[in-house]
């Protein structure tokens, strides 16, 4: 691997970071599972002792949530490059959310909540994606 | 196209809304005026119906501002490269802001805005410039 | 330089800024200390006029850290290269923390404080490295 190709797959994952989050937080969630390999998995950062496994069952659990007003702010991304089809990453996740409603932007967030995503990314024929997220929770405003 | 000028062409757009964040927390707005082509325009978050058009016209609209110790935080940035002249933008900004004081810093900042820019980016000339940056608001703490 | 060279100088010193950040909330002192040059130097946003001096200086520094939960979210990373060897860097940074307990994650954080790094890179036979690292403060929440 030469240096551009390790700094595009790096670039690669963090796009898909981003891009997870931008999705989630705009309702498309047949895009966000696309994000993963068929069989990828995640778990959230405030339940991250459950793993969610597929395209089609995060899709449901993202169904399922409440009508939220939310925002998934996206930083620190590091990824390290194992090989030209492997890489993992790490990065913060900061969110805050309202309840759905019909008031004029911008609604007023409940606490901001700050966690994190370990993530492990493959290189498929369809181009980098998810294989497997870990969220985790750290710290929260009161 | 080669993958290299694509990951170019967003790195050059992600650095140019870093860029619009940082020049306008030192109030340096002709700087900031220059980011965009000379007919380039931008709507605030908080006043997104309202289109700032022109570079002297962003200046002013800046001028107008009152004295603050402000930090527009930038993330989230994902470039959607279109044509070797061409690409879409979508970033999150979140914004702190305190009366500018005399007093020791750090000042005691008001609520937490939380917003977006949705961006149209044109290769001229000069390099890549904001062509069309429009604000919106989402969320802010109380 | 080429175009490429350019910016791969800048992803080196943007992951240099995220790689500082998430070692120390890790609290992996000694791998932070070798992202700096071994005289490099830093100053903290909260006490900017203390220079913190070479590689075990620095760890020695963090050594005294009460034990904390703690993030460092770095945002708006702008790279200047100057030449092949030396870039400057800027970015913000905004912290949250909480005194570490055994009570389960997230802990309920103190003020969020933003803040700022003026930094200067330089490539050395192990690749690129902070010569130096001058935080500020400017606002937090109350």
Known sequence: MT???????????TKLCNQFANLGDLNDFKALSLL????GSMSRPSVPE?????????????????????R??????????????EATGFSL??????PHTDAALPLVAGPIQVGQFKDKFV????????????????????
Chains 1, 2, 3 share one sequence.
């Open 123 to 142: 290189n498929t024929g369809d181009g980098w994606k998810f294989k497997e997220r870990k969220g985790q929770l750290a710290l929260k405003t009161n």
């Open 36 to 39: 993963f390999t068929e069989d």
């Open 50 to 70: 459950v793993d969610i496994k597929g395209r089609q069952t995060i899709i449901d659990a993202f169904m399922q949530r409440p009508p939220l007003v939310i």
């Open 93 to 98: 996740v900061i969110y805050l959310a309202a």
């Open 3 to 13: 240096e551009t190709d390790k700094l595009s797959i790096e670039w690669h994952c």
């Open 72 to 85: 998934h702010i996206v930083t620190n991304c590091v990824i390290s490059v194992i090989s030209e089809t």
